[in-house]
T-cell receptor
Framework: DTAVSQTPKYLVTQMGNDKSIKCEQN?????MYWYKQDSKKFLKIMFS???????INETVPNRFSPKSPDKAHLNLHINSLELGDSAVYFC???????????????FGEGSRLTVL | RKEVEQDPGPFNVPEGATVAFNCTYS??????FFWYRQDCRKEPKLLMS???SGNEDGRFTAQLNRASQYISLLIRDSKLSDSATYLC????????????FGSGTRLQVQP
């Protein structure tokens, strides 16, 4: 059973298009995230949601819009794609254990986006 | 200055060698520290937490030096399966639950 699953795994598209990446976790976690890993392998947080509420929204162009229909899902929609959006996008989730956040994120396998 | 800095490597070591990685962080208010491991074209996974008192998990030992703002990871008796990128991770504010990742140090263990 895949704990955090993302679709699609690969996405090749033209500049200017709009695309979405979906993420689902079956771990029962309260917090979900989107991270971007660029060509230099730098992983940077984009958004996080806790129980469907947005708690982190880093400096990300407003072409990127997350949506959390329920606490098990966090989707990412990107409008007007640009060349610089090419990256691997990782979804992740986390949970408190005994009232403490452990810092362990469970990542999906990543969605590799290539903008031509 | 980057928030978390690591030597990108690669570190090429023979099987059985001991290898150490360091990482420095810029914000002295950082609260929590971790090492994550990322295999090639895979997702990152938690390797271990890092405590001021140091902690050990089998062949892996992590240390935190708050005064100098650096974190280390020591791998003893390297195995081929240890080949991966090791990501140093810092949390500034556990309330925000946002991990700040270093760009990683690549380790290649050779037969």
């Amino acid at each position: 059973d895949t704990a955090v699953s993302q679709t699609p795994k690969y996405l090749v598209t033209q500049m200017g298009n709009d695309k979405s990446i979906k993420c689902e976790q079956n771990l029962g976690h309260d917090t979900m995230y989107w991270y971007k890993q660029d060509s230099k392998k730098f992983l940077k947080i984009m958004f996080s949601y806790n129980n469907k509420e947005l708690i982190i929204n880093e400096t990300v162009p407003n072409r990127f819009s997350p949506k959390s229909p329920d606490k098990a899902h966090l989707n990412l929609h990107i409008n007007s794609l640009e060349l610089g959006d090419s990256a691997v996008y990782f979804c992740a989730s986390s949970q408190e254990v005994a009232g403490q956040w452990t810092g362990e994120l469970f990542f999906g396998e990543g969605s590799r986006l290539t903008v031509l | 200055r980057k928030e978390v800095e690591q030597d990108p490597g690669p570190f090429n070591v023979p099987e059985g060698a001991t290898v150490a990685f360091n990482c420095t962080y810029s914000n002295s208010a950082s609260q929590s520290f971790f090492w994550y491991r990322q295999d090639c074209r895979k997702e990152p996974k938690l390797l271990m937490s890092v405590y001021s008192s140091g902690n050990e998990d089998g062949r892996f030992t992590a240390q935190l030096n708050r005064a100098s703002q650096y974190i280390s990871l020591l791998i003893r008796d390297s195995k081929l399966s240890d080949s991966a990128t090791y990501l140093c991770v810092v949390i500034l504010d556990t309330g925000r639950r946002a991990l700040t990742f270093g760009s990683g140090t690549r380790l290649q263990v050779q037969p």
